[in-house]
C-alpha cells in the first residue's frame, strides 16, 4: 500500500473541520499523498442561490481549499440531504479508493449530527471493506479501471460535531494528533470557503467558521495538554488492521 491518506466526507468544509490538520502533518512530515472527497457538492448550503449555482461555487471552494493543504480533490455528486446507504454511492466509493488506494481513510463518526454524516459514515465503512474483495466489482464480464486494493486500509473516524451525539452524550475520541504547528494551514484552509460564512451564520448561528475550528481544536487541545488537537476512534472490527498507522506516525496524545 501506498503512503496515501484520503478523507471522504459529506460536505465541503467538513475536512477542513475535522481532519485537515492531520493530513496536513501526513503531507508535511512523512511525505504522504492526500485527497479530499465529498459526498456533496455542498447544494443545499445557500438561502441565495439556486442548488445548481451554489453547487459550482462550492465545488470551486473545495478544490481551493483542498489545493491550499496540498491535497487533491474529488466530488461524489451525491446531493445535500440525500446522501443515503445504497448499492450504487456504495460502488462510488469503492472505485474512488480502487482509484486513489489509500492505506488510511477518515470519515464521520457513526454517531454525529447530521444524517449526511452518519449515512457517509456508514458507506465508508461498508466501502473499505467492500474495495479489496475481487468479486464485488471485479467479478466475470466487469472491466474496472483499477485493480481492487490490496487489503483493507486503517479506517479513522473523526469527532463528531461538538463531540457529542444526537443525545448529547460526549463522544471521546479514543486518541488525539497534536496539530498545534498546522493550525494555520487548517485556517487557510477553511477560509477558502467563503460562501459558507453567510450561510452559516443565518442557519447555524455560528459567527465565525475559522473562530469556530479554532474553538473546537483548542478544546481538543486542552484535553491533550497542547493548544490544538484532533480527536480520532479507529474502526477495530474484525478484519480490519488493527495498529494505530496515524498515532504511530504522528505520536497519538
Ligand atoms: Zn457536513
Redo the contacts with the bound molecule.
Keep these: 500500500m501506498k503512503n496515501v491518506a484520503l478523507a471522504i466526507?459529506?460536505?465541503p468544509?467538513?475536512a477542513e473541520?475535522l481532519c485537515a490538520g492531520t493530513m496536513r502533518r501526513l503531507l508535511a512530515e512523512q511525505k504522504w499523498d492526500i485527497h479530499v472527497a465529498t459526498m456533496t457538492p455542498g447544494d443545499c448550503g445557500s438561502a441565495e442561490h439556486t442548488p445548481e449555482q451554489i453547487a459550482n461555487i462550492r465545488r470551486a471552494e473545495g478544490h481551493a481549499g483542498a489545493e491550499s493543504l496540498g491535497a487533491l480533490y474529488y466530488c461524489l455528486e451525491e446531493r445535500d440531504l440525500r446522501v443515503i446507504y445504497g448499492e450504487a454511492v456504495l460502488e462510488k466509493v469503492a472505485r474512488l479508493l480502487n482509484r486513489v488506494r489509500p492505506s488510511v481513510v477518515f470519515t464521520?463518526s457513526p454517531d454525529d449530527y447530521?444524517l449526511?454524516?452518519e449515512q457517509t459514515s456508514k458507506i465508508v465503512r461498508a466501502a473499505t471493506f467492500a474495495a479489496p474483495i475481487p468479486n464485488f466489482l471485479h467479478g466475470p464480464g466487469h472491466r474496472e479501471s483499477h485493480e481492487p486494493l490490496d487489503r483493507i486500509p486503517h479506517l479513522y473516524y473523526c469527532d463528531p460535531?461538538e463531540g457529542k451525539d444526537s443525545f448529547g452524550q460526549p463522544i471521546r475520541p479514543a486518541f488525539r494528533i497534536d496539530i498545534t504547528s498546522v493550525i494555520d494551514a487548517k485556517a487557510t484552509m477553511l477560509e477558502c470557503h467563503e460562501s459558507q460564512r453567510a450561510w452559516l451564520r443565518k442557519h447555524h448561528g455560528v459567527d465565525s467558521l475559522v473562530e469556530s475550528m479554532k474553538d473546537w481544536s483548542a478544546t481538543q487541545g486542552k484535553a491533550a495538554g497542547v493548544a490544538y488537537a484532533e480527536g480520532f476512534r479507529q474502526h477495530l472490527g474484525h478484519s480490519y488492521p488493527q495498529d494505530n498507522l496515524i498515532g504511530e506516525l504522528l505520536g497519538s496524545l
Aim: charged content about 25%; overall charge negative; cysteine-free.
Design positions: 466526507l459529506a460536505h468544509d467538513d473541520f464521520h447530521h449526511d454524516h460535531l
